[in-house]
């Protein structure tokens, strides 16, 4: 019963931080809002990196912030060798500990593109390569980013820096 009733003390603290911080904002913002916001922010980024290596989900976090790099390129052959390291490292090798849980047509449509990625480096190909992979580990990302939201971590970079 001790560890129970250690359990809900936290759970409570956590509400009540929570309650705390989001009491200070003067408009509601939707999670996904809240996430490119803490994400714009060096500290921010850093915060939610250390809390996705805790939890064994930094796969979600490194593959959304390469995304989003590439999503800024305007050289197509630097925007070739990011999408290179992309599919190679969240995409391709089911193995490596970097893969992104993404739906079998996302993969599938990502593979085909790639294959003829070197055949023709369309500039709008180029910029819409990566569209459908970004939404769905931005989603992957929610999950782990409102767990973040109730965490002690969360709570301090949000007093401490207007996030």
Not at 10 to 31: C, E, H
Not at 44 to 63: I, P, T
Not at 77 to 105: C, F, G, P, R, W
Not at 154 to 163: G, I, Q, R
Request: aromatic share 8%.
């Amino acid at each position: 019963m001790v560890g129970g009733g250690t359990c809900i003390c936290v759970i409570i603290k956590r509400w009540i931080m929570q309650r705390l911080v989001t009491g200070k904002k003067k408009q509601k913002i939707s999670t996904a809002e809240h996430l490119d916001r803490v994400w714009a922010k060096e500290e921010g980024r850093v915060a939610l990196v250390k809390y996705c290596e805790a939890e064994f989900s930094v796969e979600n976090a490194r593959a959304y912030d390469d995304s989003t790099k590439y999503r800024d390129i305007k050289d197509p052959n630097e925007k070739i060798k990011l999408a290179n390291h992309i599919y190679d490292s969240y995409v391709a090798d089911h193995n490596s500990l970097l893969h992104v849980n993404t739906s079998q047509s996302v993969r599938l449509s990502l593979a085909e593109k790639m294959t003829k990625l070197p055949e023709s480096p369309n500039t709008s190909e180029l910029d819409t390569l990566f569209e459908d992979f970004e939404l769905e580990v931005k989603k992957n990302l929610l999950d782990t980013f409102s767990r973040f939201m109730v965490s002690d971590d969360f709570a301090v970079l949000e007093t401490e820096k207007d996030v």
